[in-house]
């Protein structure tokens, strides 16, 4: 199995700000994914982060409120821009692994509220 | 539009006996499931997946049941111990594989020692 660390793993933030979310495995991985989880709801996959190209998104997300990187096959950021209290979500990274990725794995999740 | 349903919130069963989690879902196009555990402020940890060429996986004491005609899948966990307290979310995939996965709500379950 893939360990994830995520970083950090809880902030509080002023609106208008934006936070950055790391994303560390342990070994190298294809597919790595951003998710939300609102309260009290389930988790929603924000996008893909794609290695060497831009990320694919998700309905409902865009770039310019959630700019992904992907340097590398072992990392990856998720920045909230200009964030308001609609943000406040646990954001989750997830890997794909296994045979025919048929195993998902998640970090620990980073909990963000804003203020 | 939940496409993943787990319409009970909530479950207590006593130690020692079988809990069964349940899980609906509406896209035909699904042919991958999971079942995730979530302790609070942790991640949601993997614990059993089927295809939908089975109807039936077993993993120890976790079992998943799929039922495609009716689009429904359940978990169950026997005997229950007190650690399996925690939220259990069923996740589905439209690829044989853990990608793009839709979530349920979660139910949250509470074994009574």
């Known amino acids: 199995s893939a360990v994830i660390s995520q970083k950090p793993s809880r902030d509080i933030c002023q609106r208008g700000t934006s936070l950055t979310i790391q994303c560390q495995v342990d070994?190298?991985?294809?597919?790595m994914f951003w998710y939300r989880q609102q309260p009290g709801q389930s988790l929603t996959l924000i996008a893909t982060?794609?290695?060497?190209?831009?990320?694919?998104?998700e309905s409902g997300f865009v770039i310019d409120k959630f700019p992904i990187s992907r340097p590398n096959l072992t990392f990856s950021t998720l920045t909230v821009s200009n964030m308001s209290p609609e943000d406040s979500s646990i954001y989750l990274c997830?890997?794909?692994?296994?045979?025919?990725?048929?195993?998902?794995?998640f970090g620990q999740g980073t909990r963000l509220t804003v203020v | 539009d939940q496409q993943v349903k787990q319409n009970s919130p909530s479950l207590s069963v006593q130690e020692g006996r079988i809990s069964i989690l349940n899980c609906d879902y509406t896209?035909?196009?699904?042919?991958?499931f999971l079942w995730y555990k979530k302790y609070p402020a942790e991640g949601p940890t993997f614990l059993i997946s089927?295809?939908?060429?089975?109807d039936k996986n077993e993993d120890g004491r976790f079992t998943v049941f799929l039922n495609k005609s009716a689009k429904h899948l359940s978990l169950h966990i026997v005997p229950s111990q007190p650690g399996d307290s925690a939220v259990y979310f069923c996740?589905?995939?439209?690829?044989?594989?853990?990608?793009?996965?839709?979530f349920g709500t979660g139910t949250r379950l509470t074994v009574i020692p």
């Open positions: 997830s890997v794909a692994s296994g045979t025919a990725n048929t195993e998902a794995f």
């Open positions: 070994s190298q991985v294809t597919m």
């Open positions: 982060a794609n290695q060497g190209s831009e990320a694919t998104y």
């Open positions: 896209n035909s196009m699904f042919d991958y």
């Open positions: 089927i295809s939908s060429i089975k």
């Open positions: 996740a589905a995939s439209g690829l044989t594989g853990a990608n793009n996965l839709f």
